[in-house]
């Protein structure tokens, strides 16, 4: 009866990420068409689906099944990510392709990463080596966020941007090497692709 009753408690809690997943992707798309399109057709939800997996086979000691099934969701959605990264909730990648997050990454709730972002280490030390974003992030398309360094909640990274430094919270880096810009836009602005596309 309790192995019925957690079965039941764990199917219901995937259902309910998957609907937050889809309605994450429905607010950040609003090119989307619905919520079965959307399910069907975007590379960034069904990469995080995979990862969730991946990484769950990953810390119960089942490495070479997660590298599998990571390498799997690579070569389907163009995105990379290694089975070992930790990813909060809400987290939605648009467009895909070309995305790489790498095994020591700590990802918040709410990030939202375009297409051609590098989460990357430095170093070849194992060690944590790749790094660590805030709640409510937005990394645009291309960028390149490199080390051990931090992205405080809120922060900004602009398309192509090299981040080699810390990023305090609600700032905004762009330029290669990143610099700190004045004034920018908050956040939630920037959920509309279609502004830039
Ligand atoms: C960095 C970013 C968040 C800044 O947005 P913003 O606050 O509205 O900034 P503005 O457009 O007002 O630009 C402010 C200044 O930063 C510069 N700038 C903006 N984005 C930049 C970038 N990615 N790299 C370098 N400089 C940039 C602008 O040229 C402007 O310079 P100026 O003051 O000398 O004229 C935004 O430009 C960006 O890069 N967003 C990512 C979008 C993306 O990846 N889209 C993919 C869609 S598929």
Do not use: C
Request: aromatic content about 4%; overall charge neutral; glycine content about 12%.
């Amino acid at each position: 009866m309790a192995l019925l009753s957690s079965l039941a408690d764990r199917a219901l809690g995937a259902v309910a990420t998957y609907r937050e997943d889809v309605a994450t992707a429905r607010r950040r798309d609003p090119a989307s068409l619905g919520p079965v399109a959307i399910a069907l057709t975007s590379p960034g939800l069904h990469a995080i689906w995979v990862h969730r997996l991946a990484h769950r086979l990953w810390t119960r000691g089942a490495k070479v099944p997660a590298l599998v099934i990571a390498q799997g969701a690579r070569s389907v959605t163009g995105v990379e990510i290694h089975p070992g990264a930790q990813i909060g909730r809400r987290f939605f990648i648009d467009h895909g392709m070309g995305v790489v997050i790498g095994e020591t990454s700590e990802v918040g709730d709410d990030v939202m990463l375009y297409h051609g972002v590098t989460l990357g280490g430095r170093s070849m030390e194992r060690v944590k080596r790749h790094p660590t974003v805030g709640d409510h992030v937005t990394i645009g398309a291309g960028a390149r966020v490199l080390g051990p360094v931090e992205l405080g909640d809120g922060a900004q990274v602009g398309a192509n941007a090299v981040v080699v430094k810390d990023v305090p919270a609600h700032a905004t880096a762009v330029g290669v090497p990143a610099t700190l810009q004045r004034g920018a836009a908050h956040p939630e602005e920037l959920i509309d692709p279609a502004i830039w596309i």
